[in-house]
């Protein structure tokens, strides 16, 4: 069985290395040969030129592909994998063309491994721990009130004035600027076009007292099925979403007010305003050599019974870059190495999946993290 890594970039070096410093058989596939050797080279010389068509023919039947390319280039990839009885992992959201696989993965008795990477990962196993703990605690009652909060994001350890920076390209922030947002508020669909329109304020359980800018992204509704919130259950509000610095939302007005003029002009046109901003933004507001990332998760679920909170804890993750590199790159893709170890144990059934339900592995996945960070615990703020 081997391993084709795809994709060297800035959040796969320490969960590849992991693999090949294990003695597992690897082969290492970019873009650019030269990049991954600059990140592996010293572990393997096993490293090919990235086509669809080149990793097709070197795929055989129990091989795993692993894509850390971007994500339109996923499905591709597991469809490769179906056509030669392999199969395929990656740390991105499950795109519909994905899920639309899941018979034919099914069928073949393959796996299909997504979200298994930080956000989404490592706050969906944080979820699934919170909610079993729930349901297995003397608080649980099918009358209480709950309220679920995950929120996630990088941010500069050392802050600067713009609140946030860069360490890869930054188009991908500019562009989820312009996603609308779907999520629980007091019991009411919470619709937004646009982040900036929902900032509030979350105070992070964390050693010393720190607060963030917190605003809701993408579509949190699916994720309280995937999460087994039971369907009779009273839920206030339920969001996912990103945190950053405060000072944040003052700092980018400026970028608001440009995508904001962007409305009502053509795909090619937004496109080209975005890419020349974030050209600029990147020269500005990068990452020096060897300055440190900071990474930031907190996950919550509070259960209320008559106006008292009868459950009430917290994952709280703080990493930040070190001597092992940045604390993106070991928080994205040490979690898809575990992951590609569990499906060589044969530990995810046949279908495309997210990351893992059982609770066995939950434990494992997140006694794993627990080394990636500086600090990370679950607390319990009724103890």
């Known amino acids: 069985m081997t391993i084709h890594w795809c994709g060297t970039g800035l959040s796969s070096g320490p969960g590849l290395r992991r693999l090949l410093e294990s003695g597992q058989k690897v ?8 990049k991954a050797r600059e990140v592996v080279g010293d572990l393997t010389g096993d490293i090919r030129p990235y086509s669809l068509d080149a990793l097709t023919a070197a795929l055989q039947p129990g091989d795993i592909a692993v894509s850390m390319l971007p994500a339109d280039q ?11 009885g392999a ?23 393959l796996v299909s491994v997504n979200e298994v990477g930080l956000d989404p990962g490592i706050d969906h196993l944080m979820a699934h721990d919170l909610v079993a703990t729930y349901r297995a605690s003397p608080a649980y009652h099918a009358d209480n009130v709950l309220s679920f909060v995950s929120y996630c994001g990088g941010v500069p350890k050392i802050p600067n004035p713009f609140r946030y920076k860069f360490s890869w390209a930054p188009a991908g922030v500019l562009k989820a600027l312009r996603s609308p947002s779907r999520s629980l508020k007091n019991f009411s669909e919470l619709r937004v076009n646009r982040p900036w329109d929902a900032i509030t304020r979350y ?26 919130f039971d369907p009779a259950w009273k839920v206030r509000d339920f969001v996912r979403g990103t945190i950053r610095l405060n000072g944040w939302a003052d700092a980018w007005t400026p970028i ?11 795909d090619a046109e937004i496109n080209a305003a975005l890419t020349a901003r974030a050209d600029a933004l ?28 009868v459950f009430d804890q917290t994952w709280a993750m703080d990493a930040w870059g070190d001597a092992r590199g940045s604390a993106m790159g070991r928080l994205v893709s040490v979690p898809v190495s575990l992951a590609i170890e569990t499906v060589q144990a044969r530990e995810f059934p046949a279908g495309v999946h997210a990351a893992p ?27």
Request: net charge negative.
């Open 27 to 34: 082969v290492v596939w970019n873009r650019t040969v030269e």
């Open 282 to 309: 990147l020269k500005e507001n990068s990452y020096a050599p060897g300055e440190p990332d900071r990474v930031v998760l907190f996950v919550s679920l509070k259960a209320e019974r008559d106006g008292r909170a």
């Open 256 to 266: 608001f007010r440009e995508i904001e003029g962007l409305e009502g002009k053509s």
């Open 357 to 383: 339900h059982d609770p066995k592995l939950i434990a494992k996945f997140l006694g794993q993290v627990t080394h990636l960070a500086q600090y990370m615990t679950r607390v319990d703020h009724l103890a």
């Open 203 to 228: 105070d992070a359980p964390l050693p010393q007292a720190e607060s963030f800018e917190v605003y809701p992204n993408r579509d949190s509704y699916p994720f309280m099925e995937d999460y087994r």
């Open 74 to 84: 996923h499905v591709s990839i597991a469809k490769a994998c179906l056509a030669k």
């Open 87 to 109: 199969n395929f992992v990656s740390s991105s959201y499950i795109a519909p063309e994905m899920r639309a696989l899941d018979d034919e993965f099914r069928a073949k008795g």
